[in-house]
T-cell receptor, first 113, second 114 residues
Framework: GENVEQHPSTLSVQEGDSAVIKCTYS??????FPWYKQELGKRPQLIID?????GEKKDQRIAVTLNKTAKHFSLHITETQPEDSAVYFC????????????FGDGTTLTVKP | EAGVAQSPRYKIIEKRQSVAFWCNPI?????LYWYQQILGQGPKLLIQ????????DSQLPKDRFSAERLKGVDSTLKIQPAKLEDSAVYLC????????????FGQGTRLTVV
């Protein structure tokens, strides 16, 4: 089955700095990669996703990159703000069953004001 | 739009007792998922329904866990008997269809087995 590894497990940055979270996956058939943000005690919420037919996608301060050959993908957050503090999960799935995801173990991002 | 509803929010039981969780997906969503999230880990899929049929239950510990979605809308997940290692947040998610659509998560039920 699919295996997703995520690094780092914790990340602390100063407000305004950039944050990068990296994930690798094992199943070459995976072609849909969502990223979720989970605030303490709340539900995971999709913040951005990327499909394997593109290498990069951007939405305001958030961007994701995908390297299919190396089987890794990354989340980039620029100009971080304290409200970005949360746990971020990467996941991998197949677009023909997009909600059935294998998740990484999460990165706890702390943005210090 | 209304989100995925789950109840109860919290449950504390003793080991060997039974417990049930309830999920009401977003209206019109055909696909429903139950995930188990152990503290410090990412969610892990337990079972997936398409309408009232099971699509994938390969990671469901069937000796103690069961789930149903009888009318293709609400779903219940049951654990009987519970073990200490079942302590986790149980997340329900739904999507409009299987293909190419994101899953929306509920707030989860936090289960503590003592």
């Amino acid at each position: 089955g699919e295996n997703v590894e995520q690094h780092p497990s914790t990340l602390s940055v100063q407000e305004g700095d950039s944050a990068v979270i990296k994930c690798t996956y094992s199943d070459s058939a995976s072609n849909y990669f969502p990223w979720y943000k989970q605030e303490l005690g709340k539900r995971p919420q999709l913040i951005i996703d990327i499909r394997s037919n593109v290498g990069e996608k951007k939405d305001q301060r958030i961007a994701v990159t995908l390297n299919k050959t190396a089987k890794h993908f990354s989340l980039h957050i620029t100009e971080t703000q304290p409200e970005d503090s949360a746990v971020y999960f990467c996941a991998a799935s197949r677009a023909n069953n997009a909600g059935k995801s294998t998740f990484g173990d999460g990165t706890t991002l702390t943005v210090k004001p | 739009e209304a989100g995925v509803a789950q109840s109860p929010r919290y449950k504390i039981i003793e080991k060997r007792q039974s417990v049930a969780f309830w999920c009401n997906p977003i209206s019109g969503h055909a696909t429903l998922y139950w995930y188990q999230q152990i503290l410090g880990q990412g969610p892990k899929l337990l079972i997936q329904f398409q309408n009232n049929g099971v699509v994938d239950d390969s990671q469901l510990p069937k000796d103690r866990f069961s789930a149903e979605r009888l009318k293709g809308v609400d779903s219940t997940l049951k654990i009987q008997p519970a073990k200490l290692e079942d302590s986790a947040v149980y997340l329900c998610a739904s999507s409009f269809r299987r293909v190419d659509t994101e899953a929306f998560f509920g707030q989860g039920t936090r289960l503590t087995v003592v």
